[in-house]
Structures are given as C-alpha cells and as structure tokens.
C-alpha cells in the first residue's frame, strides 16, 4: 500500500506513460538522436553490443543511437562530456545538428546489464518533454528515476511560442518537490515567488537561482523553502524544496557552449552541468561578475548571459537517487511509492546455482535488471 496518496496518481501517469512508450518502438518521431556516454572504450563497446541486441529484438524505437566514450585520461564531467557529444555529433550533422532534438544520457558511472532497461525508461519518461521541447539538447543522467504526473491539458497549456513561456525559453528543467535532506545533497531551483502557488499537473516558473548541495541556512536565505500541507506536526516535515533533474538546453545555448568548448579543449578539469553551468542562470545571476569565481563559472557566466531559465515544476512528481547500492537496494525493495509508481512485480530466482536473476515487470513489461556471475 503506498503511504502517499499522490503516488495514486503519478502511478496512473507513469502507466499511460510506458503504454504508450509501448506503441511507439516501431516509429522515429519520438526523437531525432539518442546518445549514451561512457567513461572509456570497453564501456562503449559493452553498451554497444547491448543496444544492438535490443535493436535486433526490435525492443527500441527506430531512432538512431550512438555510444559516445570520455576521452581517454580525462574527467569531464556531465557538462564536459555533454559538450564532447556535441562536438562528436557536429563532426557528423554539421550544424544541421542545431535543427535536432536531442537525449543524452550520461551512463559513464552505470555498468553491466542493467543499462538497456534503464534506457527503456529514461526513453519512456521523457517523451511528453519530447513533444513540448523544440530543438536542443536533454540531459539525463542514468543514476536517477523521476516519477511524475503531467496531465494533457498541463500539456497544452505549457507550449506558447508568443508568450513567456517554454517557447521563448533558452534553458528548461524539471523540478521537484523534495525534504531540504535530498536538497542539501543535489540542485535547489529557486523559482519566481517561491513556487508555492504551483498546483495541478505542471506550471512553468521564471527561476531565479540554483543553488548546488546547499546548506539548509542557504535554502532558507535564498528563498528556496516552502512549506506544503501534510498534516505533519513539526515544521521540518512540511518544509521543501524544488530540488533538480533533468534539464534542456536550446541550440542556442548549444552553439555558445560548443564554440567555447572547440576553443577550450582539452579541458584542464571537471566541467559539472550542474555546479558550473546551471548555476550561472537565473535573474538573480545577471549581475554577477565572473572575476568573483575561481572555477568554471567565471566562463560560463558571459556564456550564458541573458538566457532565459524556466523550470516545469511538477507538484506530483518524485526524484529517486540510483547512485549508491545502498539507495538501489532500497528503493527496489522498501520504497512502497517508488514500486507502486513504477508498477514494479518483483520475482527473484536461481539458474544452476550460479547466476541470479532479479526480474521486474513494469506495467506488464518484463525486464531484467540485474544479472550477475
């Protein structure tokens, strides 16, 4: 039984979400380009053979999807290794490249089998914000799962090219209602007005800051808290924040980044998307002097000067963290909301003694997530 009760209605969204996921794996309209990262060539090559094993069992969508590796002996970083892809693709479409829609899906830290379901699911979850995305790049990073509801007439609403919306928008992102403990550990969205007037199934909200990893006295300064209605009795069980995920950026911003990245290349350091890039927008960045920073941010900030950030706040929406075994383990088996959303049937068995399988069925699709010797 999920404790919950808006994990009834995300859990009926994430279902409608994958059928149709579900009828559209013989069609190419869903996205113009796929790309996986991978931390060096082995891992490209293990991805590869994968991905064309799902391709043979016709199990994807006919989109064409290409491995990309890190350089070798270098750390990019998801902001770094996303300006890589870039480079590797305009090699390819030249700057035809800024007419597609674009997913990467950083998986550099994420190996073994598990890696093609977790593509079947960030494909599947994405694809509203496929429809109202024009053409850019989406970044993901395949050590995280959101779950949410976007209603279809969130949907209609959200798309206005002549107004203040996502169709004058250089960045957009998702955000998440989240305790100030995973705040403290991952991106905070300060949105207009505090977000606190968000309701239904989605609005787009003017950010004006991005805090990384802040401290609970930064999120409270800053604006970034606010407090929901849960019946709870202490203060700290209402109080939230609008925590990060995945984010898009505009061809745009992508031929300023790229044009810098060509000009900066080999980069002496980690280039993070999310404490380097993400943070240099919002109105309250507008006046800030690169001179102040010591690291990346000093070069992006005059990048990225002007750009328009909004956010798709997602009232009834969940960001669930895969990154540590501890935070896999347990939302696979005591996450009530993460299971009853996803619609996971879990069935563990032994072959011979020597391999065990832990399968799961996802709105009546079965997948294999882990297999190991």
């Known amino acids: 039984m999920m404790k919950n009760p808006a994990s009834h209605e995300i859990q009926r969204a994430m279902r409608q979400i994958f059928e149709t996921y579900s009828t559209l794996r013989d069609k190419d309209d869903l996205l113009d380009i796929v790309v996986l990262t991978t931390c060096d060539e082995a891992q490209r090559s293990c991805f590869q053979e994968q991905v064309a094993r799902k391709r043979a069992s016709c199990e994807l ?6 491995v990309v590796a890190d350089p070798p002996d270098q750390k990019l970083g998801v902001g770094g290794s996303t300006l890589h892809v870039l480079s590797e693709l305009m090699a390819e ?10 997913l990467i899906i950083h998986s550099g830290l994420s190996k073994g089998h598990g890696v093609p379901q977790m593509l079947d699911l960030k494909l599947a979850m994405y694809l509203p914000l496929c429809r109202l995305l024009g053409p850019g790049i989406l970044v993901t990073c395949a050590d995280d ?19 203040e919306s996502l169709g004058r928008a250089d960045v957009v992102a998702l955000g998440h209602p989240s305790p100030l403990g995973v705040g403290r550990g991952h991106g905070v969205y300060v949105l207009q007005g505090g977000g606190v007037g968000v309701c239904g199934g989605g ?8 805090l990384q990893k802040p401290s609970l006295e930064a999120m409270r300064s800053s604006g970034a808290v606010f407090c929901r209605g849960g019946g709870g009795s202490k203060q700290e069980e209402e109080e939230q924040v609008w925590s990060d995920s995945v984010f898009w950026l505009s061809s745009g911003v992508c031929r300023r980044l790229l044009k810098w990245y ?17 943070p240099c927008l919002g109105a309250r960045m507008e006046t800030a002097i690169p001179d102040d920073y010591t690291d990346y941010r000093a070069q992006m900030l005059p990048l990225l000067r002007g750009a328009s950030f909004k956010v798709i706040a997602l009232p009834q929406s969940k960001f669930y963290h895969m ?4 935070e896999y383990v347990a939302n696979f088996n005591t996450a009530e909301d993460f299971i009853s959303e996803l619609g996971i049937d879990r069935n563990t068995s032994n072959v ?14 079965p997948l294999r997530w882990l297999e190991t010797d």
């Open 323 to 326: 990154g540590t075994m501890g």
């Open 93 to 102: 479409f030249g700057v035809e490249l800024y007419n597609k829609k674009v």
């Open 61 to 66: 969508p006919q989109i064409p999807f290409y």
């Open 203 to 210: 609005s787009v909200v003017e950010c004006v800051e991005v």
């Open 262 to 278: 060509v000009e900066n290349r080999p980069l002496s350091g980690e280039l993070d998307a999310y404490a380097h890039i993400l």
């Open 352 to 365: 011979r003694g020597k391999v065990e399988l832990v399968n799961f069925s996802i709105c009546d699709c």
């Open 145 to 163: 799962i959101e779950t949410y509801c976007l209603d279809h007439a969130s949907l209609d609403t959200l798309w206005h090219p002549d107004t």
